[in-house]
């Protein structure tokens, strides 16, 4: 069975960090693709960063460049959210997927439909 699990999530104060990792079992790690995605009380899920299969290209959403980071260890199965300067409208529960992608490359997608796997969401809160 697939399972992604996602951890890390917790409260912060603004200006704050965080690292959400994803930990993926019953898939080949490698021929996915990673993203993560967020959803706020009351909105819709919303994309937050995808990474390649094999790391070497990224994309962020346009509220996330230059404070978050997503990279993975292919060895560990595992995808990693580094959360910077948190505002408390980055507050969300933020769930990792996988997008199956064939052939190796840099191919990076955004779309919710095109990730096969979810995990359950990790909650992110940031607040005085």
């Known amino acids: 069975q697939v399972q992604l699990v996602e951890s890390g999530g917790g409260s912060v104060q603004p200006g704050g960090s965080l690292r959400l990792s994803c930990a993926a079992s019953?898939?080949?790690?490698?021929?996915?693709?990673m993203g993560w995605f967020r959803q706020a009380p009351g909105k819709e899920r919303a994309f937050v960063a995808a990474i390649s299969r094999s790391g070497g290209s990224t994309y962020y959403g346009d509220s996330m460049e230059g404070r978050f980071t997503i990279s993975r260890d292919n060895a560990k199965n595992t995808v990693y959210l580094q959360m910077n300067s948190l505002k408390p409208e980055d507050t969300a529960v933020y769930y990792c997927?996988?997008?199956?992608?064939?052939?190796?490359?840099?191919?990076?997608?955004?779309?919710?439909?095109?990730?096969?796997?979810w995990g359950q969401g990790t909650q992110v809160t940031v607040s005085s």
């Open positions: 019953g898939l080949t790690f490698s021929v996915y693709a």
């Open positions: 997927a996988a997008d199956f992608q064939l052939y190796s490359g840099s191919t990076v997608r955004t779309a919710e439909n095109e990730f096969d796997y």
